[in-house]
């Protein structure tokens, strides 16, 4: 665990850029290359895995089954994972993150400079409770048919239909040293009847009753409240690496907060552009 405290600052009524570029040049296989960002209240010299932090981002690998770019907000102390899966780079490489949090509640995160997701904080977030709910005082009628497709009542099965699966085999023959004191009667081994149907059902129809899938009707949700304010934060003031890692040597560099996309978008292509345009993506 690792930080570094800065003049503190809100976001309210601007817009957040959080930018850095990680390096796995150990070849990762599982560990996280994330920063936190805090809030000015944070006591550098006790920082662990439980301090409150505001944001979450960056990338996290563990095997084949996480290679995940994490996006968590801290909501009224409790943090809240994106909805979505965004797939981190898992290669030896310089990569550059970013994340772009605007006033109106949208979001972006871009990877190398190319956006990779982007969306609305309520939608791709669980931060507010759902608009809508299931009307708790409605119930699907007892007579609501919901097949399809129904036996037919004229249709019957042939009256040559049973046959059992297995025969006796017709060719085998009781061996000449066969010895019924010995080894008991002899009975033919048995094979598949050709003649076997299998188990009769009855043709199908189309249902006359019937009247689709029954939809549960929704209602507001009186506990739903819209919030203006999901991407602000009263104070951050440090950032900060507390990671966790099966082999140490990540690389971590350029690291920018502003409130300027553009300016953030410029300094990625001075920074980590100039690596890749030179060739030397593994610098």
């Known amino acids: 665990a690792i930080s ?34 805090f809030p000015d209240s944070l006591n550098q010299e006790d920082m662990h895995g439980d301090s409150e932090y505001n944001i979450m981002f960056g990338p996290d690998i563990c095997g084949p089954g996480t ?10 102390g409790k943090n809240v994972l994106i909805n979505k899966d965004i797939r981190c780079k898992d290669d030896e490489f310089t990569h550059l993150y970013t994340l772009v949090v605007r006033p109106d509640n949208t979001y972006e995160v871009k990877i190398d400079n190319g956006r990779v997701e982007s969306g609305s904080l309520e939608e791709d977030w669980d931060m507010l409770p759902p608009r809508k709910i299931k009307d708790p005082q409605a119930r699907k009628p007892d007579d609501w048919d919901e097949r399809a497709k ?3 009542p004229e249709d019957t099965k042939p009256e040559d239909w049973d046959k059992p699966e297995h025969i006796p085999d017709p060719d ?6 066969w010895d019924e004191e010995m080894d008991g009667e002899w009975e033919p081994p048995v094979i598949q009847n050709p003649e076997y149907k299998g188990e009769w059902r009855p ?29 602000a934060y009263d104070s951050f003031g440090v950032i900060g690496l507390d990671l966790w890692q099966v082999k140490s040597g990540t690389i971590f560099d350029n690291f ?12 990625g292509n001075e920074t980590w552009g100039v690596t890749k345009v030179r060739g030397g993506r593994g610098q």
């Open 4 to 37: 570094s405290r800065f003049e503190p600052f809100s976001n309210r009524d601007k817009t957040l850029v959080v930018q850095f570029t990680v390096k796995h040049e150990q070849n990762i296989d599982c560990g996280g290359g994330y920063v936190k960002l």
């Open 67 to 76: 290679k995940k770019v994490h996006v968590i907000f801290n909501y009224k």
């Open 150 to 152: 129904i036996d037919d």
């Open 172 to 177: 085998a023959k009781k061996p000449e040293d």
């Open 203 to 231: 043709r199908q129809i189309d249902n006359p009753d019937y009247k689709g899938k029954w939809v549960h009707p929704e209602i507001d949700n009186p506990e739903y409240s819209p919030d203006p304010h999901l991407y």
């Open 256 to 267: 920018l907060i502003t409130d300027d996309e553009k300016l953030a978008e410029e300094i």
